[in-house]
Nanobody
Framework: QVQLVESGGGLVQAGGSLRLSCAAS????????MGWYRQAPGKQRELVAS???????VYADSVKGRFTIARDNAKNTVYLQMNSLKPEDTAVYYC?????????WGQGTRVTVAS
């Protein structure tokens, strides 16, 4: 089993920044993809950004140019730097990690952007 611990959420004014972190631990085999999803009230969970072990990235159109994903393979940690935050970025953000053929989810960290 792989455990994910997220941190970095909170309340921020529009235009502000936050940095999320997610550290994986436990019986790790070989982590391939690491990413972030979010779920706003009344909406489906959606991909925000993901990164392969080799560094290839995918971003949702709504966050391109504002959010940056990064990972430290040695620490099994993924980060999400969120700049120029908007009220519509308000959601619970979930870390997702693919280890071997299994996917794991973090417990979620809430991000609230006040207008």
């Amino acid at each position: 089993q792989v455990q994910l611990v997220e941190s970095g959420g909170g309340l921020v004014q529009a235009g502000g920044s936050l940095r999320l972190s997610c550290a994986a631990s436990g019986s790790i085999f070989s982590i391939s993809a690491m990413g972030w999803y979010r779920q706003a009230p009344g909406k489906q969970r959606e991909l925000v950004a993901s990164m392969t072990r080799e560094g290839s990235t995918v971003y949702a159109d709504s966050v391109k140019g504002r959010f940056t994903i990064a990972r430290d393979n040695a620490k099994n940690t993924v980060y999400l730097q969120m700049n120029s935050l908007k009220p519509e970025d308000t959601a619970v953000y979930y870390c997702n990690v693919v280890d071997g053929y299994r996917g794991y989810w973090g417990q979620g960290t809430r991000v609230t952007v006040a207008s």
